[in-house]
């Protein structure tokens, strides 16, 4: 079936420090690709999302490229903030008519000033 | 995007007793989950709320556990019954409405069950 594996936390980077975390995907088909973020004590929000092999996703300097060849969609972004500190969930959505989100494990990031 | 609100926000049960979530939707959206993230973990699917029909519930979930109703296309409940310590979780709804917005996610019901 179908599965989301993220890089394993806890990551720990410096103010301004380039983050990376990974995410890989098993699906069959086309499925729609997420990035969910989960601040201390609230709930998800979206943060991209990209439908189609070689969709960018972007926002809040967050960026993430949907790769059918390596079944990838990494999150990036250039320059992390304290404020950034959370946990990260990769997500599919299958294109079967199911409609039901599989997540990854969730990768917790800590900024530190 | 829709807006959830999603009741409690959290509670303290006794073990033995059940508890009833409300998911209330400011729209009319086609799907509704309802997920639960144990503490530390990601989130699991535990089923999908149907209007007008049964719930679908997912691989290692049932309806005597954790029954749902959803009568309309803007409200659905989630019940966790005869609640033991391992049921302490947040139990998350959500949404689909308008798919260039993803999925919209209440902002979950924290569970302790003592």
């Known amino acids: 079936g179908d599965s989301v594996t993220q890089m394993e936390g806890p990551v720990t980077l410096s103010e301004e420090a380039f983050l990376t975390i990974n995410c890989t995907y098993t699906?069959?088909?086309?499925?729609?690709l997420f990035w969910y973020v989960q601040y201390p004590g609230e709930g998800l929000q979206l943060l991209l999302k990209?439908?189609?092999?070689?969709d960018k996703g972007s926002n809040k300097g967050f960026e993430a490229t949907y790769r059918k060849e390596t079944t990838s969609f990494h999150l990036e972004k250039g320059s992390v903030q304290v404020s950034d500190s959370a946990v990260y969930f990769c997500?599919?959505?299958?294109?079967?008519?199911?409609?039901?989100?599989?997540f990854g494990q969730g990768t917790t990031l800590q900024v530190k000033p | 995007s829709a807006v959830i609100s999603q009741k409690p926000s959290r509670d303290i049960c006794q073990r033995g007793t059940s508890l009833t979530i409300q998911c209330q939707v400011d729209?009319?959206?086609?799907?509704m989950f309802w997920y639960r993230q144990q503490p530390g973990q990601s989130l699991t699917l535990i089923a999908t709320?149907?209007?007008?029909?049964?719930?679908?519930?997912e691989s290692g979930f049932v309806i005597d556990k954790f029954p749902i109703s959803r009568p309309n296309l803007t409200f659905s409940t989630l019940t966790v019954s005869n609640m033991s310590p391992e049921d302490s979780s947040i139990y998350l709804c959500?949404?689909?409405?308008?798919?260039?917005?993803?999925?919209?996610f209440g902002s979950g019901t924290r569970l302790t069950v003592v």
């Open positions: 959500s949404v689909v409405g308008d798919l260039r917005y993803g999925y919209t």
């Open positions: 997500a599919l959505k299958s294109s079967s008519n199911t409609g039901k989100l599989i």
């Open positions: 729209s009319q959206v086609t799907m």
């Open positions: 990209a439908t189609k092999a070689d």
């Open positions: 699906a069959t088909g086309y499925p729609s």
């Open positions: 709320a149907n209007q007008g029909s049964e719930a679908t519930y």
